[in-house]
């Protein structure tokens, strides 16, 4: 992850960047904390499918019936994830 200057984050940032950003939830109930999670990985699931399609020229209705892990795999084999 980069910051906005472009300069990589350590580990230890990034868990104290995540660590901050989920004290959110802390006062939530368990299924509300659920909900909320199942929405960002649906929403990141749909930017990463459209980055596929958008940027690599993946059929767009094969691409919509994917799992994110056929998602992840893709991006893995065109080099974007390691």
Request: net charge positive; proline share 1%; hydrophobic share 40%.
């Amino acid at each position: 992850m980069s910051t906005q200057k472009g300069k990589r984050l350590t580990g230890k940032q990034l868990h104290a960047r995540v660590s901050r950003r989920l004290r959110k939830y802390d006062k939530l109930e368990f299924f509300v904390c659920f909900a909320m999670f199942m929405g960002k990985v649906q929403l990141l699931e749909i930017a990463l499918k459209s980055h596929l399609v958008d940027r690599f020229n993946c059929d767009a209705d094969a691409v919509e019936r994917w799992p994110l892990g056929q998602v992840l795999r893709e991006l893995k084999d065109w080099e974007m994830r390691c």
